[in-house]
């Protein structure tokens, strides 16, 4: 039955969406930026974000939890070691799983990247707890309280996560766009061979990538275990991965500014699924759009970009 809503309460889902849409970004990011550089859809990246979240449990209840840390400085610490620790683990998949396959054909590479992510998910089986986990929302959140706007309700844990969020944001923005290793970044996008001959690095490019959109990955689950809470599993982050991939598609796949577009989308529209009395069906939504935006506009709302990351 469709449920009806007052301003107030559509207002209050436009916040919701916003947060669950800054989380998405975090993720679509990742995905933009591998595809700007090598054209390739890297499946494993909702699975780092899996990693970061349980790195962000392991860090504040089992490796620091018998030590004396003010609460906001734990959450700085499980931030950083989310977001090092996937940044690490993109490196790895880069050379183990993608790099050897630079050559070969597109295929052969996709079915790779569906296979790291199975690997991913069951290996976490063997190094994690393999019953989900208690939320660590209570236990670490310091921004429990509300800021009240009238009769809207803000969490702090939302708003900070959404200037989190916008500062990673602009400091890849300005990365990518202001420095010699992000005019690398683009050339190599442009033209592989071309930027070798320039004496660009090419695996050094593709490196870093992988290192920043992993490292965006690992903030994406640290912020999502804390604020919303929601128990870890090993498959933590397969619906997330596929709605972020949807929303880089969306936005155009290889757009930095697309990708944040889209994954606002994406959370809009689930949000909406759900405060209308359809919550069955918010995961549907993301292939509904996907669906929609390939037999509409398959390069995307921006257009996908080939001579920009």
Known sequence: MLATLSFEGLAQQFIYGIQLGA??????????MVYGVLKLINFAHGDVYMVGAYLAYYTCSVWLAGVAVEPHLMLVIM????????????????????????????????????GVSLFIEYAGKLFFQTSPQPSIKESVNVFKDQIHLGRLEIAQSALIVLITTVVLMCLLWYFVTRTAMGRAMRAVSHDFNTAALMG????????????IGSALAGAGGMMQATSVGTPLSTFYGLMPGVKAFVAAVLGGIGNIPGAVTGAMIMAMAETAVKAFG??????????????????????????AVTEKV
């Open 23 to 32: 989380i998405y970004a975090l993720i679509a990011l990742g995905y933009t």
């Open 79 to 114: 931030l950083l070691v989310s977001m090092c620790g996937c940044a690490l683990l993109g490196l790895l998949i880069e050379r183990i799983a993608y790099r050897p396959l630079r050559s070969a054909p597109r295929i052969s590479v996709l079915i790779t990247a569906i």
């Open 200 to 211: 660009i690095s090419v695996d050094k490019v593709i490196t870093i990538t992988f290192l």
């Open 278 to 303: 359809y919550s069955n069906y918010t995961d549907a939504v993301a292939f509904i759009i996907l669906i929609g935006i390939l037999l509409l506009r398959p390069g995307g709302l921006f257009g």
